[in-house]
C-alpha cells in the first residue's frame, strides 16, 4: 500500500503580512480566476464573485493557517470550488461543472506558464472587456472591474458617477456582451489588426485620466500594469511594446512632478534625480523591440528623448520636433499640434514655434483650449516680452480645467511679472 502524502503545515502569519500576500496574489491571480471562470462558466457575475470570494477567504484563513506556497493555485482551487457549488445548486448543465472540476484542483499544483490556456483566458478577457460594440466609458470600466479587479464604488469614484449608476452601467455592459454575441476570444489575422488599437486606445485612455493633473494615479498604475500583461501575451506586436514604453517613460517622472507644497512642476523645474531609474531603463527595453513605425512608438521615441536627456538644456529637441512632424501626418489632433508648436519654438527658436501655433490655430479645433494660450504664453516669454507672457498665461489659468493648472499657470505669471 501507498502511503498517503501529508499536507505541508505552514506557520501562521500575522494579519499585517496576510493581508499584504493576498494584495500581491490578487494583482496577478484576480484576472487569471475571472478569465478562466468566464471561459468555463461564460458567467461574468459568478466569475467575478468567486475570485472576491477566494480572497476574503484568503484573509480570513491565512493569518492562521499561514501563506500557502503557492497563493494563486489556492485562491484558484477556492474560487473553482465555490463556483462548482453555487452551479450544482442552480442545477446548471452537467458539462460546465465536469470542465470546472478539471481546474487545478491542488493548491500544491504549479502556477500555469505562458501560453497555456489559463494566460491566454486574460487576454481573451481584455480583447472582449474591450470590443467597439461597448461604449468607451463602458470599455474602461468593465476593464477596470474585471481585468484589474478595481471594487465598484472606486470605479465610479473616479469615473464621477454614483455607485449605482456605475453598477447599471457594468450590467449593461456585460448584457450587451452576451446579447450581441461577443466572442470571447482574440482575434487573429485582419480582425486583430483592427481590433488591436481599440484595445491600446482604452490602456491609453486610463493611463492619461491618471497623469492628468487631478488625475487619479490609481488609473495610470493599473494602466501601466495591463501594458506589461499585454506586452508579455503579445511580445510580437510593435505598438503594444510601444505603448509600454510610452507609459514607462512618462510614469517614471510621477514622483518629481509636484513640489513639497503639492503645486505642479514644469519638465525643466523637476529634479531628475527623484525620476524613476529603473522604469526608464525598462521603457527603454521595450522600445527596442519596436520594429514598426506607429503613433504609439513616435509618441515613445518623444518621451524617450526627455527621458534620456541629463537636463532640460540637453533636451535632443531637433530629434523631437521631427517627431512630432510625423504624428502630425499619422495622428493629427490639436494635442499633438500644440506640442509640435512647443517642439519647434525650443528646436528652432520661438518665432517658429509661433509660426507653427498660427498655423495649428488657422486649421480650427483650437478654440477655447486653455493650453493654446499657456504654449503661446510661453513661446511669447522666450521671445523676452515677459509682461505680454504675463498676461496670456492669466488668461490660460482663467480657462483652466484644473485647479493644479490653474495654480501652475498663475505661478508662471506672477514669476514673469515679478
Not at 237 to 258: G, I
Not at 289 to 304: E, K, M
Not at 360 to 376: N, S
Request: aromatic content about 6%; glycine content about 6%.
Amino acid at each position: 500500500m501507498s502511503t498517503p502524502q501529508r499536507r505541508p503545515v505552514r506557520t501562521p502569519a500575522p494579519a499585517g503580512a496576510a493581508a499584504a500576500a493576498v494584495a500581491a496574489a490578487s494583482v496577478e491571480s484576480y484576472p487569471r480566476i475571472v478569465a478562466t471562470l468566464i471561459r468555463v462558466t461564460g458567467d461574468w457575475a459568478l466569475a467575478e464573485d468567486c475570485a472576491q470570494e477566494s480572497l476574503a477567504v484568503a484573509l480570513e484563513r491565512w493569518p492562521a493557517d499561514g501563506v500557502p506556497d503557492n497563493p494563486g493555485g489556492w485562491l484558484m482551487t477556492v474560487a473553482r470550488n465555490r463556483a462548482i457549488d453555487l452551479l450544482r445548486r442552480a442545477t446548471v448543465e452537467r458539462r460546465k461543472l465536469h470542465d470546472l472540476a478539471l481546474l487545478t484542483p491542488d493548491d500544491a499544483s504549479p502556477e500555469p506558464e505562458v501560453g497555456q490556456d489559463v494566460v491566454d483566458d486574460r487576454l481573451r478577457l481584455i480583447f472582449t472587456c474591450c470590443h467597439p460594440a461597448l461604449a468607451l466609458e463602458a470599455r474602461v470600466a468593465l476593464t477596470l472591474r474585471t481585468v484589474c479587479g478595481v471594487p465598484t464604488a472606486d470605479i465610479a469614484r473616479l469615473l464621477l458617477v454614483s455607485e449605482s449608476t456605475m453598477t447599471r452601467r457594468l450590467t449593461r455592459a456585460r448584457t450587451r456582451i452576451a446579447q450581441a454575441g461577443i466572442p470571447y476570444r482574440v482575434p487573429s489575422g485582419p480582425a486583430l489588426t483592427e481590433r488591436l488599437p481599440g484595445v491600446l486606445a482604452v490602456l491609453y485612455l486610463l493611463f492619461t485620466r491618471g497623469y492628468v493633473a487631478d488625475g487619479e494615479p490609481a488609473f495610470a498604475d493599473e494602466a501601466v500594469r495591463l501594458a506589461r500583461l499585454l506586452a508579455r501575451l503579445m511580445p510580437d506586436q510593435s505598438e503594444v511594446a510601444a505603448l509600454l514604453a510610452l507609459f514607462l517613460f512618462q510614469h517614471s517622472r510621477r514622483d518629481a512632478r509636484r513640489d513639497a507644497a503639492g503645486n505642479l512642476l514644469t519638465l525643466e523645474r523637476q529634479d531628475r534625480d527623484r525620476w524613476d531609474r529603473a522604469a526608464i531603463a525598462e521603457g527603454l527595453a521595450a522600445l527596442d523591440r519596436v520594429r514598426h513605425d506607429g503613433p504609439y512608438a513616435w509618441q515613445a521615441r518623444i518621451a524617450a528623448c526627455h527621458a534620456t536627456a541629463a537636463s532640460a538644456d540637453d533636451t535632443d529637441w531637433p530629434t523631437i520636433a521631427r517627431a512630432y512632424d510625423t504624428l502630425a501626418d499619422l495622428r493629427p489632433s490639436p494635442v499633438i499640434a500644440l506640442n509640435r508648436a512647443v517642439a519647434h519654438g525650443y528646436a528652432y527658436g520661438p518665432a517658429a514655434g509661433l509660426v507653427v501655433l498660427d498655423a495649428a490655430r488657422a486649421r480650427g479645433g483650437l478654440d477655447g483650449y486653455p493650453l493654446t494660450v499657456a504654449v503661446e504664453a510661453d513661446l511669447v516669454a522666450q521671445q523676452g516680452d515677459r509682461l505680454r507672457a504675463a498676461g496670456l498665461f492669466r488668461e490660460a489659468a482663467a480657462a483652466a480645467g484644473s485647479t493644479a493648472e490653474r495654480r501652475a499657470l498663475l505661478e508662471r505669471a506672477d514669476d514673469l511679472a515679478r
